[in-house]
């Protein structure tokens, strides 16, 4: 029986249900696994007092020390997290806020191995719970945790440092593994862990009757992440507004919404735009179903789960030359690659539109994209270091 301590900021709590979903079910997964025993820890990074009584942070106050999330035993821990600082405190923050618990844990749970699933804070803490602990320690990279957090000033030299002492690494995607080689981390310990999709949630609907239900007339275009600067949803709506009669949807929370509302209606488009803020997969599901191309044209990404769901739901992506792209977009049914400018992306989003690939051959791009594929080698990869 494999013991797993899995290591997870970015795990969902009462209070932010959508946080991670991709983490939680690639958890769950290998939770399910016949031969696994799992614990997550899931610490929470706060400010000291008083800052920590800021509405922001009341709810993650609120969060109880140990509960049980969808028959998994989770353990929340709270670490001093010193706004403005960029970070660079956290990973040690973390650690040491850990180690008593999984001295505890340890008693009755003697796991074998820690599994980071977040390149930073997460990597550099688990190196240090394992040096302290004689456990080997997995870190997977997920993509920005590489390309912003192994590049900033105040947190990339632990980040490579954490990369180089794993037993294991995990990227998502082949161009993330070469990413991570590139930055000096040893290219022989990576493995590619490509993601998965939930194939029975995500799956071609009718579109009409879909769109029907959701309000929308004529063409849908989805674009599913975070309202930050990185993910550049400006260059949709400025693409939209040569698209006449096309409805855009953006799902998801972020900085940019402000931003992105006051471009929508200096450009005339506020009435073709729908945002939906964070919402849960089901609900994601049905709007990219209903949707004739799903656009994201990111500065960065590792292998995004919103291209694999979206090509689950016979949708074709329009997405920006980055990451593993390559990797997706391997057959001209699954969409097309742009340069990163509103005109480029407006012809690729009209041509689709004009001449839409048949749902199921979209879909048939995205099917080696399995949970269960992802946990068999989750599996694998992890008792690999254990046997070591």
Same mark, same amino acid.
Request: charged content about 20%; some cysteine.
């Given at each position: 029986?494999?013991?797993?301590?899995?290591?997870?900021?970015?795990?969902?709590?009462?209070?932010?249900?959508?946080?991670? %979903?991709?983490?939680?079910?690639?958890?769950?997964?290998?939770?399910?696994? %016949?031969?696994?025993?799992?614990?997550?820890?899931?610490?929470?990074?706060?400010?000291?007092?008083?800052?920590?009584?800021?509405?922001?942070?009341?709810?993650?106050?609120?969060?109880?020390?140990?509960?049980?999330?969808?028959?998994?035993?989770?353990?929340?821990?709270?670490?001093?997290?010193?706004?403005?600082?960029?970070?660079?405190?956290?990973?040690?923050?973390?650690?040491?806020?850990?180690? %008593?618990?999984?001295r505890r844990i340890r008693q009755g749970f003697a796991f074998d191995v820690i599994d980071a699933e977040f390149f930073f804070p997460d990597g550099p803490a688990a190196i240090r719970l394992g040096e302290a602990l004689g456990v080997p320690v997995s870190i997977k990279a997920r993509g920005a945790d590489i390309h912003y957090w192994g590049t900033q000033p105040g947190t990339g030299a632990q980040v490579?440092?954490?990369?180089?002492?794993?037993?294991?690494?995990?990227?998502?995607?082949?161009?993330?593994?070469?990413?991570?080689?590139?930055?000096?981390?040893?290219?022989?310990?990576?493995?590619?862990?490509?993601?998965?999709?939930?194939?029975?949630?995500?799956?071609?609907?009718?579109?009409?009757?879909?769109?029907?239900?959701?309000?929308?007339?004529?063409?849908?275009?989805?674009?599913?992440?975070?309202?930050?600067?990185?993910?550049?949803?400006?260059?949709?709506?400025?693409?939209?507004?040569?698209?006449?009669?096309?409805?855009?949807?953006?799902?998801?929370?972020?900085?940019?919404?402000?931003?992105?509302?006051?471009?929508?209606?200096?450009?005339?488009?506020?009435?073709?735009?729908?945002?939906?803020?964070?919402?849960?997969?089901?609900?994601?599901?049905?709007?990219?179903?209903?949707?004739?191309?799903?656009?994201?044209?990111?500065?960065?990404?590792?292998?995004?789960?919103a291209w694999v769901e979206a090509l689950a739901c016979g949708t074709p992506v329009v997405i920006t030359d980055v990451g593993g792209a390559r990797e997706l977009v391997d057959r001209p049914e699954a969409g097309q690659l742009v340069a990163p400018e509103s005109p480029a992306i407006a012809e690729a989003i009209r041509a689709l539109i004009q001449s839409p690939p048949a749902p199921d051959a979209v879909?048939?791009?995205?099917?080696?994209?399995?949970?269960?594929?992802?946990?068999?080698?989750?599996?694998?990869?992890?008792?690999?270091?254990?046997?070591?």
């Amino acid at each position: 029986m494999l013991k797993v301590l899995t290591l997870a900021s970015l795990f969902p709590d009462a209070a932010r249900p959508t946080l991670g %979903p991709f983490v939680e079910r690639q958890t769950l997964g290998l939770a399910g696994h %016949p031969d696994v025993e799992l614990v997550v820890v899931s610490p929470r990074g706060l400010p000291p007092f008083p800052l920590s009584l800021h509405p922001h942070y009341r709810a993650l106050a609120a969060q109880p020390a140990q509960e049980a999330w969808k028959g998994v035993t989770v353990h929340r821990p709270r670490f001093i997290h010193w706004p403005g600082t960029g970070g660079r405190f956290d990973a040690g923050a973390m650690a040491r806020a850990v180690l %008593p618990l999984l001295r505890r844990i340890r008693q009755g749970f003697a796991f074998d191995v820690i599994d980071a699933e977040f390149f930073f804070p997460d990597g550099p803490a688990a190196i240090r719970l394992g040096e302290a602990l004689g456990v080997p320690v997995s870190i997977k990279a997920r993509g920005a945790d590489i390309h912003y957090w192994g590049t900033q000033p105040g947190t990339g030299a632990q980040v490579i440092d954490a990369g180089r002492k794993a037993a294991g690494l995990l990227a998502v995607a082949q161009s993330l593994k070469a990413d991570m080689a590139v930055l000096g981390m040893p290219e022989e310990r990576i493995r590619v862990h490509y993601t998965g999709v939930d194939l029975s949630r995500f799956k071609p609907g009718d579109k009409a009757a879909l769109k029907a239900d959701l309000g929308i007339s004529g063409p849908l275009v989805s674009c599913v992440g975070a309202l930050i600067p990185r993910k550049r949803q400006g260059l949709i709506v400025e693409a939209l507004a040569s698209l006449p009669g096309v409805t855009l949807v953006l799902i998801g929370k972020g900085e940019d919404e402000a931003a992105l509302r006051a471009q929508a209606a200096a450009l005339g488009l506020a009435d073709r735009m729908r945002f939906t803020g964070a919402i849960p997969q089901d609900e994601i599901a049905r709007w990219l179903a209903a949707s004739d191309v799903m656009c994201l044209p990111s500065a960065s990404e590792g292998l995004a789960n919103a291209w694999v769901e979206a090509l689950a739901c016979g949708t074709p992506v329009v997405i920006t030359d980055v990451g593993g792209a390559r990797e997706l977009v391997d057959r001209p049914e699954a969409g097309q690659l742009v340069a990163p400018e509103s005109p480029a992306i407006a012809e690729a989003i009209r041509a689709l539109i004009q001449s839409p690939p048949a749902p199921d051959a979209v879909r048939a791009a995205a099917m080696r994209f399995t949970w269960e594929a992802n946990r068999d080698a989750l599996y694998a990869h992890l008792s690999g270091l254990v046997s070591r």
